[in-house]
């Protein structure tokens, strides 16, 4: 059976999210998107909808495992707590589902697809676009969501004496 990769890229107002199940030839992608929450919406609204999307997500393509991006650190003590909480909405969704959750930290995921841990995200999604031979190119949190996917894909298609970090 072919696997099925959830990657999340958290965010209140912006959560990434793409699904792509690994072949033997190529990955294919599945879905991809943004759950977008307008600014005038409570936070609590844009959680429920992150939840809600997710639901979905889980329902329509049956993923075997979810990737979500690593914690960063915030310049900001409020702006670490909003994220914290859209990645702990999206986290308890797909536990519900009962998906492994692993987490990769962002400049892994720019390392595996760009091959330069601070690379720029428009440089993310343009090598998203190529691996994945998408026609268009992705939005910047479904390309971000979709290069975890895939890091996580290349991680455990090989060998790895580090292995993805089990959340």
């Known amino acids: 059976m072919n696997q099925i990769i959830l990657g999340i890229d958290p965010s209140l107002r912006g959560t990434g999210y793409g699904v792509i199940r690994v072949e033997k030839s190529a990955p294919v992608t599945l879905t991809h998107g943004t759950i977008a929450c307008p600014k005038d919406w409570a936070r609590s609204r844009c959680l429920a909808r992150i939840s809600q999307t997710l639901r979905d997500i889980l329902r329509e393509h049956q ?73 268009e190119l992705p939005a910047p949190d479904a390309a971000d969501a979709l290069a975890l996917a895939l890091t996580h894909a290349r991680e455990n298609s090989r060998y790895s004496l580090n292995a993805p970090k089990k959340i």
């Not at 495992?65 to 915030?74: H, I, K, P, W």
């Not at 859209?86 to 720019?110: C, F, P, Q």
């Open 63 to 135: 993923p075997t495992v979810c990737v979500v991006e690593g914690l960063f650190f915030a310049q900001n003590l409020k702006t670490a707590i909003i994220m914290g909480e859209a990645r702990g909405a999206a986290m308890a969704t797909v536990a519900e589902a009962g998906l492994d959750i692993y987490e990769i930290a962002t400049r892994k995921v720019k390392q595996a697809i760009v091959g330069y841990g601070a690379a720029q995200k428009i440089a993310v999604a343009k090598m998203v676009q190529r691996m994945l031979s998408l026609a």
